[in-house]
């Protein structure tokens, strides 16, 4: 069984830095993208960052493209979001997903995906 368990978020001050971190396990992720999302007050859950996890690709949403940044820990089966440059509209309940995924160049709708962490709130302060 898959399990995906986040930590990190926090408040932060605008132009602040946080790491938010996705351990994995319950299977080999050959062939997965591993992929964080958001969802701000009132608006509809969003992609933001996406790792495949066979190649390393790398795909993210223009909002935080320059800003944010997804990487992994093959020993640690973890993935990690580094967020620079934060701005309240980052302000958002943030998820780590996972899937095989088909959607082109990369799954980036909710509905792509099976697995889900918990959730970590990420507050942006003026």
């Known amino acids: 069984q898959v399990q995906l368990v986040q930590s990190g978020g926090g408040l932060v001050q605008a132009g602040g830095s946080l790491r938010l971190s996705c351990a994995a396990s319950?299977?080999?992720?050959?062939?997965?993208?591993m992929t964080w999302f958001r969802r701000a007050p009132e608006k509809e859950r969003e992609f933001v960052a996406a790792?495949?996890?066979?190649?390393?690709?790398?795909y993210y949403a223009d909002s935080v493209q320059g800003r944010f940044t997804i990487s992994r820990d093959i020993a640690k089966n973890t993935v990690y979001l580094q967020m620079n440059s934060l701005k309240l509209e980052d302000t958002a309940i943030y998820y780590c997903?996972?899937?095989?995924?088909?959607?082109?160049?990369?799954?980036?709708?909710?509905?792509?995906?099976?697995?889900w962490g918990q959730g970590t709130q990420v507050t942006v302060s003026s």
């Open positions: 790792f495949k996890w066979t190649d390393g690709r790398t």
């Open positions: 997903a996972a899937d095989t995924g088909m959607g082109a160049p990369v799954p980036s709708s909710a509905s792509d995906y099976a697995y």
């Open positions: 319950g299977r080999s992720f050959g062939g997965y993208y």
